[in-house]
């Protein structure tokens, strides 16, 4: 009979601190996902080509009032995951602006492809337990955008639909920001 061991558990400062000693670098793949240091996902062209469409996007159209950051952490009670968009206070607008907490989040973004039941069933229901008011996925491999808004602490959004091109979609917490589905897909 082979033993499995248990998984080591870390909280965001011990994860913070490897980071602080360069027990884990840039060049290591990972995030903090529920106390576990989990590998990320490869990226693929249609990923890169979707983020380099989102970032023109967003920083187009939101940089007045929104700081758009791409890959970077978000801090969670348990987590540090990095979404790949995220749109976040503006600078001296919150207290913890490099890893920003939900309350300064306005939108989290997933690009999916080979990581769709990952960001569907790992990091939605994280993501709503932790009060981030709306998430998209990009869903390239349906092509088509979900969207989750109205967190609830059971890991779940009330509000949940799928875009296709042609639709548009608002930012929620940001008045007056719509975009059409195609530019985003």
């Known amino acids: 009979m082979v033993m499995k061991r248990p998984a080591v558990r870390y909280t965001v400062a011990e994860y913070d601190d490897m980071i602080a000693k360069g027990i884990l670098g840039e060049n290591d793949r990972v995030e903090l996902i529920r106390g576990e240091i989990v590998p990320k996902m490869a990226i693929g062209e249609s990923h890169i080509e979707c983020s380099d469409r989102l970032t023109l996007l ?51 973004i997933e690009i999916a492809d080979s990581s769709l039941d990952n960001d569907r069933h790992v990091k939605g229901p994280l993501y ?58």
């Not at 920083?59 to 978000?74: C, D, E, K, W, Y």
């Not at 979900?146 to 609830?152: K, L």
Request: charged letters at 25%; a negative charge; proline letters at 8%.
């Open 58 to 108: 967003f920083v187009r159209t939101v940089s007045h009032v929104a700081q758009v950051s791409l890959g970077n952490p978000i801090h969670l009670a348990d987590s540090e995951p990095e979404p790949d968009v995220v749109l976040k206070r503006l600078p001296g607008a919150t207290s913890r602006y490099a890893k920003p907490d939900p309350p300064d989040v306005f939108l989290v």
């Open 128 to 185: 709503a337990e932790n009060g981030i008011g709306e998430y998209w996925i990009v869903n390239l491999i349906d092509d088509c955008l979900e969207v989750h808004c109205q967190p609830r602490p059971d890991g779940t959004f009330s509000d949940v639909r799928t875009l296709r091109r042609g639709d548009t979609v608002d930012v929620t917490a940001l008045s007056g920001v719509t975009f059409a589905v195609t530019d985003i897909l």
